[in-house]
C-alpha cells in the first residue's frame, strides 16, 4: 500500500517548506508595496488635521479680534514648527501656541508668507489684513494652504439680526 508522505499520523495534512517559503514571500511582496502607500495616506491626513486646526484657529482670532475690537495676530515660527495666536489664551492660561511638529500632527512648517512677514494681522473687524500662503511638509508629501481676506462683518450682522429676533 502506497503511503502518502503529505499525511501525517491521525490523518492531517500539513504543508511542505517549499509552500510556506512561497506564502511568506508574497506577503512579503504585498506588504512592500503597500507600506509606502500608507505612509503616504497617514502623511495626507495628518497634514490635513493641521490644515483644519490651523483654519479653525484663524476663525478664532478673527471672531476675537471682532469680539474684542483689537488686532491679533497668527505668527508662524518656522523654525520651531509651531505657530502662535499673540493676545490670546488656552483653556489653562497659558499663551495659545500649537506646536506642529507634535502629536498628531508631526509636521514640520516649511514656509508661511503673508506679504513678505511670517504672521497674518487680523484687524478689529477681524478681516485678515495680508493674504498669504502655509507650506506644511511630512518627509516628501508637502501641503500648501492658501489664506484669503475673508470679511466677518456680514456674518457678524447675519448674528446680530438672529439674536435680535430671539429677544423679541
Not at 507600506?35 to 495628518?46: G, I, K, L, N, Y
Not at 498669504?132 to 448674528?159: C, K, N, P, Q, Y
Amino acid at each position: 500500500m502506497p503511503v502518502n508522505r503529505r499525511t501525517r499520523v491521525g490523518g492531517e495534512r500539513g504543508f511542505t517548506l517549499v509552500e510556506l517559503t512561497i506564502v511568506l514571500v508574497v506577503i512579503g511582496v504585498v506588504f512592500a508595496i503597500a507600506t509606502p502607500r500608507f505612509s503616504d495616506a497617514a502623511s495626507h491626513r495628518r497634514a490635513d488635521l493641521a490644515m483644519d486646526r490651523i483654519e479653525r484657529d484663524i476663525r478664532l482670532a478673527e471672531q476675537d479680534a471682532w469680539h474684542t475690537g483689537t488686532t491679533r495676530e497668527l505668527v508662524f515660527d518656522v523654525a520651531n514648527n509651531r505657530y502662535e495666536i499673540v493676545g490670546m489664551t488656552d483653556a489653562a492660561g497659558n499663551p495659545y501656541i500649537v506646536d506642529l511638529s507634535k502629536a498628531p500632527y508631526y509636521l514640520s512648517v516649511t514656509s508661511a508668507d503673508f506679504g513678505g512677514e511670517s504672521k497674518a494681522v487680523l484687524d478689529g473687524r477681524g478681516e485678515t489684513g495680508a493674504q498669504g500662503t502655509i507650506v506644511l511638509a511630512d518627509g516628501a508629501v508637502s501641503v500648501t494652504a492658501s489664506v484669503e481676506s475673508s470679511d466677518t462683518d456680514t456674518l457678524s450682522m447675519d448674528l446680530s439680526a438672529t439674536v435680535k429676533d430671539l429677544l423679541r
